[in-house]
């Protein structure tokens, strides 16, 4: 239903963030060569074509007729274009290319749906519309962040598109850092803060309601993410081929798709080598190790450690000594370049040692940016959750004991995602995400 509205303007800076956003995913539709746009690089997901219309479908299923009162222009694509996260029921997806439309279709769409949504929010009359008791301001926020994690999540998809398909981009070069010294850092007992209030008036998503405590017994964490070089120790100790470092399901996982290795590396000859989004470059020792939950586990399990509970992670990354607690793990500063690989200034990892200015208050290095890191914890709901009532299945599909936490952000993260009481999630047999992970004692 169209609520009343007054005769007042959406926030510029808000206006600007959606154009800024889309500014970002249009970038990332360059990198991909005009005869590959209807190519499939991750099995599992759509072909590339269905993303460069789901992003705008998204925003106009969620405004056009319960904010704006607009009448749709092309229901069959509103609907083609509406879903894409995991096709269903857990088989793979089998329709041809030829089954979707043209490129030049699906962009006048895109451009049809821009005009009419920038009429509508800057024609004076947008402010005060809600939807569901959800004002205009949170469903711009939900539109803007909801664009930006498929920017992320369409990078670690581009990434597996062959070198050949992709247009190269201005890449930074890679950082160099000091010689890396392991260590595991203490972090005494203490209370950690997760989730936020809705009186807070601060943006989330469903899943980061409500604000509660929780008390953490002390416990040792690894200063820095787990690097490439770590894990080749697990594999030439023979790590992938030992049934007792995976549990049953991870073992059967890994034993049916024949996996020996992050699906970041490739063997040539006998040398290890890893494919960056542009390039194929010897294997980074120094570069965090990015695999899926199941091979985290496994390497905690050689290692003789375990994966942070999501309230560890939490404690080591946000408390300090004095039971404060920070908003970044480096302080209140606003994200930035000096601080750690994030916010889509890089293509590519970092040594996990490259930024200490982002160290945490207790020394612990490098947990935000650079890879998400997997947790422990099962992905569920904080007590008090509530789904959003126009988007009833972000998070509740996913409480179904098979999806991990992860914490932390990539170096495809936008600031805005940067925030404490994110939380972000995949099953544990994926292994295309830009995640790593660093071990605890418990
Ligand atoms: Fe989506």
């Given at each position: 239903m169209v609520t009343a509205q007054k005769d007042v303007t959406v926030e510029r800076s808000l206006l600007e963030r959606v154009s800024e956003a889309r500014r970002r995913s249009d970038e990332l539709f360059e990198i991909v060569r005009s005869d590959a746009?209807?190519?499939?690089?991750?099995?599992e997901r759509h072909r590339i074509i269905f993303y460069v219309g789901h992003l705008e479908a998204f925003d106009w299923n969620l405004?056009?007729?319960?904010?704006?009162?607009l009448k749709s222009f092309h229901p069959e694509f509103d609907r083609l274009f509406a879903f894409g996260i995991d096709p269903v029921g857990g088989g793979l997806p089998s329709d041809q290319p030829s089954e979707w439309p043209s490129l030049a279709a699906v962009r006048d769409y895109v451009r049809k749906i821009r005009a009419a949504l920038d009429g509508k929010l800057e024609?004076?009359?947008?402010?005060?519309r809600m939807r569901d008791g959800f004002s205009l301001e949170t469903l711009l926020d939900v539109a803007i962040e909801h664009r930006l994690m498929h920017v992320e999540t369409l990078a670690y998809m581009l990434h597996q598109l062959?070198?050949?398909?992709k247009v190269p981009q201005v890449v930074t070069p890679l950082s160099s850092a000091s010689p890396i010294v392991h260590s595991m850092i203490e972090i005494p007992a203490g209370k950690v803060t997760l989730g936020l209030s809705r009186e807070s008036g601060v943006f989330g998503w469903d899943?980061?309601?409500e604000k509660h405590s929780a008390l953490v017994p002390g416990f040792e964490i690894d200063r820095y993410m787990v690097t490439n070089g770590q894990f080749l120790d697990f594999i030439a100790d023979g790590g992938y081929k030992t049934?007792?470092?995976?549990?049953e399901d991870d073992w059967n996982w890994k034993e049916g798709q024949n996996?020996?290795?992050?699906?970041f590396w490739k063997k040539a000859d006998d040398r290890w080598m890893y494919q960056t989004m542009f390039a194929e470059v010897p294997?980074?020792?120094d570069w965090p190790v990015y695999v899926s939950h199941a091979e985290a586990a496994a390497y905690a399990r050689w290692a003789g450690k375990g994966l942070p509970t999501e309230e560890q992670w939490q404690r080591a990354a946000y408390g300090a000594a004095d039971g404060a607690e920070r908003f970044y793990p480096w302080g209140?500063?606003?994200?930035?370049e000096s601080l750690g690989n994030?916010?889509?200034?890089?293509w590519d990892p970092a040594p996990v040692?490259?930024?200490?200015?982002?160290?945490?208050?207790?020394?612990?290095?490098?947990?935000?940016?650079?890879g998400w890191e997997w947790t422990a914890t099962l992905f569920g709901p904080f007590p008090g959750f509530e789904p959003?009532?126009?988007?009833?299945?972000?998070s509740a599909d996913f409480f179904d004991g098979k999806h991990f936490v992860m914490k932390g952000g990539s170096?495809?993260?936008?600031?805005?995602?940067?925030?404490?009481t994110f939380r972000n999630w995949f099953q544990?047999?994926?292994?295309?995400?830009y995640a790593g992970f660093r071990c605890v004692n418990p």
């Open positions: 746009i209807y190519a499939r690089p991750i099995r405004l056009h007729e319960n904010v704006f009162g024609s004076g009359e947008a402010g005060g062959p070198l050949q398909q899943n980061e309601f049934a007792g470092f995976w549990s996996i020996s290795h992050p699906v294997l980074p020792m209140e500063e606003a994200p930035n994030f916010d889509l200034q890089s040692n490259a930024f200490p200015k982002g160290r945490s208050a207790f020394g612990v290095e490098g947990m935000v940016g650079n959003f009532p126009f988007y009833r299945g972000y170096a495809r993260t936008a600031a805005c995602m940067l925030r404490p544990g047999h994926y292994q295309y995400v």
